[in-house]
């Protein structure tokens, strides 16, 4: 069945830099777009990024534009959040997320959902 | 930005009874070129990772329930749940993906 896994959250200090990875199994990767949401601790859901299936294509919410950049690897199976120039504001649980096939990056839904990894910026 | 708001920001319902959650839009997210309303509902239970529910705003994903429905129009959405089992208690959210960047309501806590 189809599975994401995250992982490489942890604790990390304001202004150093932590890279995410997605691990999916049960569909092939280089068919779907991929998009990475964020949810801070007791708080709502907010998009973080999305990258195309072939990765020529990727979109960052404003806050994190510039910092984090999204990048796969489709023969590992393996999807990426580079994040660098980290913020106390940037702590939240990481999911990344499946688009559905054959929609265009800026219209997706998402489903499934990994189960998330915690990144705490703190010093 | 589209901005996405819920009401109510939590609501109590009996078993059995009928759940109303309400999501409206800061502009309308219905496409002109193919008249589909670009609305996702997801349903969040503690210590678990979003779920997908509803996408074209009336649309069930495969395996949900038939008690969980969506309708709306441009800009005014709703996400009903029928008859309210104990399994359904969670933080619905809507979604927009109407233009980027993708937005959520700020969820609404429902319980029993």
């Known amino acids: 069945q189809v599975q994401l896994v995250e992982s490489g959250g942890g604790v990390v200090q304001p202004g150093r830099s932590l890279r995410l990875s997605c691990e999916v199994s049960?569909?092939?990767?280089?068919?779907?777009?991929m998009h990475w949401v964020r949810q801070a601790p007791g708080k709502g859901l907010e998009w973080v990024a999305v990258?195309?299936?072939?990765?020529?294509?990727?979109y960052y919410v404003d806050s994190v534009r510039g910092r984090f950049t999204s990048s796969r690897d489709n023969s590992k199976n393996t999807l990426y959040l580079q994040m660098s120039s980290l913020r106390v504001e940037d702590t939240a649980v990481y999911y990344c997320?499946?688009?559905?096939?054959?929609?265009?990056?800026?219209?997706?839904?998402?489903?499934?959902w990994g189960q998330g990894t915690l990144v705490t910026v703190s010093s | 930005d589209i901005v996405m708001t819920q009401s109510p920001d939590s609501l109590a319902v009996s078993l059995g009874e009928r759940a109303t959650i309400n999501c409206k839009s800061s502009?309308?997210?219905?496409?002109?070129?193919?008249?589909?309303?670009?609305l996702a509902w997801y349903q969040q239970k503690p210590g678990q990772s979003p779920k997908l529910l509803i996408y074209?705003?009336?649309t069930r994903e495969s395996g949900v329930p038939d008690r969980f429905s969506g309708s709306g129009s441009g800009t005014d959405f709703t996400l009903t749940i029928s008859s309210l089992q104990a399994e359904d208690v969670a933080v619905y959210y809507c979604?927009?993906?109407?233009?980027?960047?993708?937005?959520f309501g700020q969820g609404t806590r429902l319980e029993i």
């Open positions: 502009q309308s997210i219905l496409h002109d070129s193919n008249n589909k309303k670009y």
């Open positions: 997320a499946k688009g559905p096939h054959g929609m265009s990056p800026e219209h997706n839904w998402f489903g499934p």
């Open positions: 990258i195309s299936d072939d990765g020529t294509n990727e």
């Open positions: 049960g569909f092939r990767l280089g068919s779907y777009v």
């Open positions: 979604q927009q993906y109407y233009s980027i960047p993708i937005t």
């Open positions: 074209w705003a009336s």
